[in-house]
Every structure is written in structure tokens, then in C-alpha cells.
């Protein structure tokens, strides 16, 4: 008998191509790791969801429903389940807000996705299906939106109410959502609304008092007091210098020293100094000059008490220690640019201004400067709260309220919120599934099935029955009711325009687009390779 050689060997030919268990093993792991961050987060979604406590290795305690801020926290190995980090995060740079439910969806497409390879399906073909998916769901949503326009302030409030209802604070919304819509309607250019920069809203935290107390400041607000001891507290009709130079002794270089044997020596050094201090404080009433901001040294003192003395003297209120990346923020604010030396010191680099004045806030206080002439577009405001989580979470909120005014400033178009977007999808994407042949239909109708999670997650975190809460917002969306959502108040369906829980469309499309490519990377993946470092 001969031996074919293919025979002689132990194994047949292209046996190592028809393994199929490691990528089938691997997909499977990265699934079950991204779906475990998923159902971590999934309870704090919507007004009713629950909040995380997280505790850092150093000790610190965060109290959070944000999506974002809880994924930054955790600590995750497993690196499907970072890509779901990642996924947040991009979902926070790009619209700010829906930072829970982008997971919670990639979470309902991932299981989509287990069913879909079960029944055998490629992951190519369900991954190229899912693409077209994602397109005709934001055609849908698109379709389903409305119009808004920038002057319309009573629909820029409800969105960022709507956005504050799902955090801590949402009791106080109703002064928090017009703060967020002035604050980023005074930083927005007309003509460069897709340039707004939130970089312009300094949020400025300060323990005592409650959220109520939180104030929008037109001007300017520095976190430290005036540092003179005598000096004025308060100054009318202000001319502002800010000074990126010391006033204090100049010190010798790094790996010099000075050695004094006697007095005179002392006296002569003593006088030197005072002389050169003089010098400064004469040239800065010379310019007329009556505030001063002074940048922080690293080498030395920006202001030694002897020049704080001469300047209490002259009536100069003292700002000192301005922190180096605050420059660029107080420079747009006051249309300034910072004298370096002490030869630029003149009356055309300063500044006017009606007010600088020194508030007291709680236990601290702070220097705050308005009625600035020719301001730049900036707003400062001032948020306090009566305990440090409940003023970190303060800010995160507002910082969302701030990135949904941002979104409808860059995007003008408003959708129904509390499950309606979701529910409306699902259907007409089912209906779009009918008209598929083939593997396409089936990816849509589970791609449809998927987005139900958002309604039926709404209902359990409210208490209500998730099955019958969805299958009620099914038949009253097949009826032609588009915007039936969830009213998590009367825990019952109702019109939700009607409700005013509206959110940006910028929203709800890059949520289902971050969300479905995030699923197709992890679909695509069909090894872990560990390098050598």
C-alpha cells in the first residue's frame, strides 16, 4: 500500500485554519467582559437610577450617577471591557451628556451580537449589517426631530433640565438649567456657534452655603482674597494691571550665596532692597494703577511683605498667586495682555473696570471684578454646596447641563426624550427588517430588539414592570404616537414633549453611532495577542 504523504503526517493539511474554538472563545470572553461593565452601570440610568460610591485607594469618596465619571474610576484589566471606558469617554467629549446609556446600548447589542453568532452568522456580515443599522437609525431620529432656534431660551432650559433630572441635584434644576443655557450663550459667538468652547465657562467651587446659593458672575472671580492687610477691600472705577514679574527681592543665582560679616553690610543690603522695592511700587502708582493681579513664582515670593506694606500704603489692592493656566483665561476676560516687565508697566496696559470688590462666601472669601470694559466672552460661575460630594457632584452636573446647551448650539434640533427615540427606532427599524432578505434582516431585527433596553431600563430603575411598561410604549408608538415615553414622576406612559423632557438630538445620534462601532471593533476581534515589553 502507499503512503500518501499527506497521510504520513500526524495531522491533515490546513488543520490549524479550521480550529474555529479560539476566536469563537476569545469573542466570547470579550463580550462577557464589556457586558459586566455594562451591567454595573445600568442601574444609574434615567431620573430614578441609583447612585455609585466609589472609594479610591487613597481613601477619597465620590458619590456619582454620572456614566463617565464612574468608568474613569473603576479599575478595569480586561481590554474589551477599557474599549466600553473609552466608549464613555468619547461619548462625554462628543456630546457631553448620555454618558450611561452609550454603555447600556453597546451592553444590548453585545448580547444582540452573542444570538446572532450562535444562529452562526459571520461576524463580518453582522458587523457590516450593524453599519447600516446605525445609519438608518440616525435617519430615523432625525427625521423624528424638531427644529430649535438659539433665541428660544424657554426650549434650551428644558433641555438642560432635562439633563439635571438624572443627578443628585435635580431638585435644584429649575435654578441650575437657566444658569448652564446664559452662561453658554454668552460664550457663543454669533457666526462660530460650532466653535463654542467650554474652556470659556470657568466653574469656580466653594464649600458652605447651599446649591442655591450658586451664582452666574458677568466678569471676573479669583478663588483667593485680596492680600493686603490695610489695603482697600473694595474698588470703584478700577484700573487693572496683571504682572507676570516678582515684587520682592531679586535672589542670587541657584549656587550663589551671600555672606554678611557686620551690620553695616546688613543695613546697606536692607536698604538695597527697600530702594529696589520702591522703585516697582512707584512706577505702579505712576500708571495709576489701583488693582494688581500678580502671577505665581515658583523661585520666590511674588510679593514680599514689605511691598505689600508700600502698596497698602498707595491704596493698590493686591491679588496675588493667580495660577499660570488661570492667565489665559483672565487675559480673554479683561481683553489684556500680561506685562512681563517692570520698563511695560504703563496706563495703556491696564485695564478699567467698575468693581473689584472682595465677597464673602461661607467660610471663605474671594475677589471678584466686574463691569469690565470690552469683555471678552467669558463667564465664571460660582457653585457651592454644603459638603465636598455634594459640590463635586454640583459641578459634574453642570458640566453636563452645560455640554447639552453646547450640543443644541452646535446642532439645532431637539428629540423627545424618556424612552421615546429608543422606542420608535426599534419599530421602524423592525418594519425596515421586513422588506431585507437574508442575513441583513436578521441583524436589523436584533439591532431593533436591542434598543428596547433603554425604555425597558427606565421602567425598572422606576419600579414599574419593564416588560409591560415596553410592550404598552410599543402598541401607543404603532398607534402613531411618537412621542409617548415613560413619565417616571406618574410612573405611566404619557405624551413626553407635553412633560418638557426633551433632549439634544446631537445626543441620541452619536450615542448609536459610537455605540454600534465600538460593537463592530469588539466583533472584529478574533485573538488577544500579549506582546514582550
Do not use: W
Not at 454595573?40 to 485607594?57: H, N, V, Y
Not at 462625554?92 to 446572532?116: N, Q
Not at 498667586?321 to 476676560?333: L, N, P, S, W, Y
Amino acid at each position: 500500500m502507499v503512503v500518501k504523504p499527506a497521510m504520513r503526517a500526524g495531522k491533515p493539511q490546513g488543520q490549524a485554519y479550521k480550529d474555529k474554538s479560539k476566536p469563537a472563545d476569545i469573542r466570547q470572553s470579550n463580550i462577557n467582559a464589556a457586558k459586566a461593565v455594562c451591567d454595573a452601570i445600568r442601574t444609574s440610568l434615567g431620573p430614578r437610577g441609583m447612585d455609585k460610591m466609589i472609594q479610591a485607594g487613597n481613601g477619597e469618596v465620590t458619590i456619582t450617577n454620572d456614566g463617565a465619571t464612574i468608568l474613569k474610576q473603576m479599575n478595569v484589566i480586561h481590554p474589551a471591557a477599557k474599549m466600553l471606558v473609552e466608549l464613555s469617554r468619547a461619548q462625554d467629549v462628543e456630546a457631553g451628556d448620555g454618558t450611561t446609556s452609550v454603555v447600556v446600548v453597546a451592553g444590548a447589542l453585545l448580547e444582540a451580537v452573542e444570538k446572532l453568532l450562535q444562529m452562526g452568522i459571520h461576524p463580518t456580515a453582522i458587523s457590516d449589517a450593524f453599519q447600516k443599522c446605525s445609519a438608518k437609525a440616525v435617519e430615523i431620529l432625525t427625521e423624528m426631530s424638531r427644529p430649535i432656534e438659539l433665541t428660544d431660551r424657554e426650549s434650551l432650559i428644558k433641555s438642560a433640565s432635562t439633563s439635571l433630572n438624572s443627578k443628585v441635584v435635580s431638585q435644584h434644576s429649575s435654578q441650575l438649567a437657566p444658569i448652564a443655557v446664559d452662561a453658554v450663550l454668552k460664550v457663543t459667538e454669533p457666526g462660530h456657534e460650532s466653535g463654542c468652547d467650554l474652556k470659556n465657562v470657568k466653574i469656580i467651587r466653594s464649600l458652605g452655603g447651599t446649591i442655591e446659593d450658586t451664582e452666574l458672575v458677568d466678569g471676573l472671580v479669583f478663588t483667593q482674597r485680596s492680600c493686603g492687610v490695610n489695603g482697600p477691600k473694595r474698588v470703584e472705577k478700577a484700573k487693572i494691571g496683571l504682572i507676570q514679574f516678582c515684587i520682592s527681592a531679586p535672589k542670587t543665582d541657584m549656587d550663589h550665596s551671600v555672606v554678611v560679616s557686620d551690620y553695616a553690610a546688613m543695613d546697606r543690603v536692607l536698604k538695597e532692597e527697600r530702594a529696589y522695592i520702591l522703585n516697582i511700587v512707584k512706577q505702579i502708582k505712576k500708571a495709576g494703577c489701583n488693582v494688581l493681579l500678580v502671577q505665581k513664582s515658583i523661585l520666590r515670593d511674588a510679593v514680599s511683605d514689605l511691598a505689600l506694606h508700600f502698596l497698602d500704603k498707595i491704596k493698590v489692592m493686591v491679588v496675588k498667586d493667580v495660577e499660570r493656566e488661570d492667565i489665559e483665561f483672565v487675559c480673554k476676560t479683561l481683553n489684556c495682555r500680561p506685562i512681563a516687565s517692570l520698563d511695560h508697566f504703563l496706563p495703556e496696559h491696564l485695564v478699567n473696570a467698575d468693581l473689584v470688590e472682595e465677597v464673602s462666601s461661607g467660610s471663605s472669601k474671594f475677589v471678584k471684578v466686574t463691569g469690565i470694559q470690552n469683555m471678552g466672552r467669558t463667564v465664571s460661575i460660582v457653585v457651592r454646596g454644603s459638603n465636598k460630594l455634594v459640590l463635586e457632584e454640583a459641578d459634574r452636573s453642570l458640566h453636563d447641563a452645560l455640554c447639552v446647551v453646547r450640543c443644541l448650539v452646535k446642532k439645532r434640533a431637539q428629540i423627545a426624550g424618556g424612552g421615546a427615540p429608543e422606542i420608535e427606532m426599534a419599530l421602524q427599524l423592525a418594519a425596515h427588517a421586513q422588506t431585507l432578505e437574508g442575513v441583513d434582516a436578521y441583524c436589523f431585527r436584533a439591532f431593533a430588539n436591542a434598543l428596547e433596553v433603554i425604555p425597558s431600563t427606565l421602567a425598572e430603575n422606576a419600579g414599574l414592570n419593564p416588560i409591560a411598561t415596553v410592550t404598552e410604549l410599543r402598541n401607543r408608538h404603532a398607534q402613531g404616537e411618537k412621542n409617548a415615553g415613560i413619565n417616571v414622576r406618574k410612573g405611566a406612559i404619557t405624551d413626553i414633549l407635553a412633560e418638557n423632557v426633551v433632549q439634544p438630538l446631537l445626543v441620541s445620534t452619536s450615542s448609536i453611532t459610537l455605540a454600534s462601532e465600538t460593537v463592530r471593533s469588539i466583533l472584529k476581534i478574533d485573538d488577544i495577542i500579549n506582546t514582550m515589553q
